[in-house]
């Protein structure tokens, strides 16, 4: 008796609405575009341990002076010798410290992208399921006024024998019928569509989305330009400005060449043995560094345009966003304080006539502009939870 009891529970459980910011948490947590890029984060912790050490020492086996005429005797003369030497290169004073905060850098501009790619991912799941919360609104609008036109129907057309004039309210009535219809059917392809898309986003099965937020005045513009340095993208602009400085630091530091020793072991069978010492270094005389600098230099001053001119795009952005949400509120508060209420006055009145069957099809004429207006409300107010979320990523929020 209990397992029937069960199962219908865990069904209402699993088609129940879930809310964005969960979409959004699940998603962040198993989406495989960002865990490919935790991935990447996680091989720049090997390369800066890599970083702080020392080039691998050169092993060098050496035999010299192999007579022609008698190749195995080596004790001919004191030149022929078999030697073990061991080469070392010690990098110049600061560039490993240079290298290491390379790679930091190279990593925080990694981390920068996996936080601007979490921002748009929440705001791809936001302006998705916003859509769909908007679909299934206008549907369940289109289902209530097909029910309502089917009833008035099916009322009118017991007079239709008696009362002629109602034959004309009918015929308007049923072509509203299958206009419903159509574009019922038309809504339904593009929700089955939109759950697809989404489902993709967040990469785990879903039923409904709940979307019910309120439609509040929006607050002044100059709160979205204050938090315009959060924005995620012009955080990797910044970022990719100072890995750019790391590395002209790294190429000028290349100019002063790296010193080595080498100690060999030198083995003699006929004379004493003996060790050798040698200190070198590589003689920048060609300008090579210097040129390799200069072009890190360009492109460091590259990176920082780029980033200026990314807070000019991104301020452009963000008030055209603003503009788009300031429509839609006003939009939707026009069509719910106003039109609709007018609208909503006059199909009563209509209604009233309706019952002496003289004004059917002017009432049909009202059902269909009301319905207009109910669907220009979701709409309305879909465009202001989109132009929200849109304001939200590019203020670099991300719930």
Do not use: C
């Amino acid at each position: 008796m209990f397992r029937p009891l069960l199962a219908l529970l865990f069904a209402a459980a699993a088609l129940r609405a879930e809310g964005i910011d969960t979409l959004i948490d699940r998603s962040l947590e198993q989406h495989h575009s960002l865990k490919m890029i935790e991935q990447r984060l996680g091989a720049y912790d090997a390369l800066e341990d890599k970083s702080s050490l020392f080039a691998n020492p050169e092993l060098l086996v050496g035999i010299n002076d192999i007579q022609f005429d008698d190749p195995m005797d080596r004790t001919l003369e004191p030149m022929q010798f078999t030697s073990v030497s061991i080469r070392q290169k010690f990098p110049w004073f600061g560039k490993r410290g240079a290298a290491g905060e390379k790679v930091r850098a190279q990593k925080a501009v990694l981390f920068a992208s996996l936080e601007a790619a979490q921002a748009e991912l929440a705001k791809r799941i936001r302006l998705r399921a916003y859509t769909v919360a908007e679909l299934n609104a206008r549907l369940g609008v289109l289902q209530n006024y097909l029910e309502l036109t089917e009833q008035n129907i099916a009322l009118n057309t017991a007079y239709a024998s008696t009362q002629r004039d109602r034959h004309m309210g009918i015929m308007s009535a049923e072509l509203l019928r299958s206009d419903i219809a159509v574009r019922r059917e038309k809504l339904t392809a593009m929700l089955t569509a939109q759950k697809a898309r989404l489902a993709y986003l967040v990469q785990a099965p879903f039923d409904t989305v709940e979307a019910d937020e309120a439609v509040a005045p929006p607050p002044p513009l100059e709160n979205y330009l204050q938090r315009l340095e959060n924005n995620r993208i012009y955080r990797v602009k910044a970022a990719d400005q100072k890995a750019a400085a790391a590395e002209t630091k790294v190429k000028a530091l290349s100019a002063n060449a790296d010193p080595f020793v080498m100690v060999g072991y030198y083995y003699r069978e006929a004379h004493p043995d003996y060790l050798s010492l040698t200190v070198g270094a590589a003689l920048p005389l060609y300008g090579a560094e210097r040129d390799d600098t200069e072009a890190a230099r360009k492109a460091e001053l590259a990176s920082a345009e780029a980033a200026a001119d990314y807070r000019l795009q991104l301020r452009s952005e963000i008030e055209a966003a603003y503009a788009a949400l300031t429509e839609a509120y006003r939009t939707y508060r026009i069509i719910t304080e106003e039109s609709l209420p007018q609208v909503e006055h006059m199909v009563d009145l209509s209604d009233a006539k309706l019952r002496s069957g003289s004004d059917l099809f002017n009432y049909f004429d009202l059902l269909e502009r009301k319905l207009r207006f109910d669907e220009q409300r979701i709409a309305a107010k879909a465009d202001y939870l989109r132009a929200g979320a849109r304001l939200k990523a590019l203020t670099g929020e991300i719930k």
